[in-house]
């Protein structure tokens, strides 16, 4: 089947830092890779789409400059989180999606805790 | 926008019992697609079956089955004979079809119990 694999699984670090989340598709190509955000107890906000080679694509509310995004390969893509902060704590998923699958198969997905 | 909405927080069903989870949503596209995740305490999302809305033909995966009515934007999962193992919560989702870069709009959830 179609594996995604997300690292690191959990991560904390201080206030004011970068942390990066990585995000691979290990047995095909990922056209489209999306980034999810969710908080306890509540369900999956789609942060943004991202598709090899281009810029990602936001939803509405996200800062993008906050919330770096790179899909450099049909392999992997990266989200950094930029100057984080305590309120960016949260648990973040990836998936990935083939060209000729109708849906996307999760990563793990990674807690973040910032302190 | 479109929209999906999950009114039960919670369900409990007895072991070997059926329980049926709800499901509604809003759009405006004719053509997409409708899910259903199951998401246990490790938090990996599993898919748990798809529908297609264009077909007519309700989705089965052995015990679990979905009452889709296009009509009523209503998509319920169906869970027979329940089993311990299907305890987590579940989420309804809905993307586009087409155009290969719309990601999921999910409700916000049903926990589910089995009661052994």
């Known amino acids: 089947g179609a594996v995604v694999s997300q690292h690191p699984s959990r991560v904390i670090c201080k206030s004011g830092t970068s942390v990066k989340i990585e995000c691979r598709s290990l047995?095909?190509?990922?056209?489209?890779m999306f980034w999810y955000r969710q908080f306890p107890k509540q369900s999956l906000m789609l942060m943004a789409t991202?598709?090899?080679?281009?810029?990602?694509?936001?939803e509405q509310g996200v800062e993008k400059d906050k919330f770096l995004i790179n899909h450099a390969s049909l392999t992997l893509s990266t989200l950094t989180v930029t100057s984080a902060h305590p309120e960016d704590s949260s648990f973040y998923i990836c998936?990935?999606?083939?060209?000729?699958?109708?849906?996307?198969?999760f990563g793990q997905g990674t807690r973040l805790t910032v302190v | 926008a479109q929209t999906v909405t999950q009114s039960q927080p919670e369900m409990s069903v007895q072991e070997a019992e059926t329980v049926t989870l709800s499901c509604t949503y809003d759009?405006?596209?004719?053509?997409?697609?409708l899910f259903w995740y199951k998401q246990p305490p490790s938090r990996q999302m599993i898919l748990v079956i798809r529908?297609?809305?264009?077909?007519?033909q309700n989705a089965t995966e052995n015990r679990f089955s979905v009452n889709f009515q296009k009509a009523a934007k209503s998509f319920s999962l169906k869970i027979s004979d329940s089993q311990l193992g299907d305890a987590a919560m579940y989420f309804c989702?809905?993307?586009?079809?087409?155009?290969?870069?719309?990601?999921?709009?999910f409700g916000k959830g049903t926990h589910l119990i089995i009661q052994p």
């Open positions: 991202s598709n090899e080679g281009s810029k990602a694509t936001y």
């Open positions: 998936s990935a999606r083939g060209s000729w699958a109708t849906e996307a198969f």
């Open positions: 047995d095909f190509q990922a056209t489209t």
């Open positions: 989702a809905y993307r586009i079809s087409g155009g290969g870069a719309d990601g999921l709009t």
């Open positions: 759009t405006s596209e004719s053509d997409y697609y």
């Open positions: 529908q297609e809305a264009y077909k007519q």
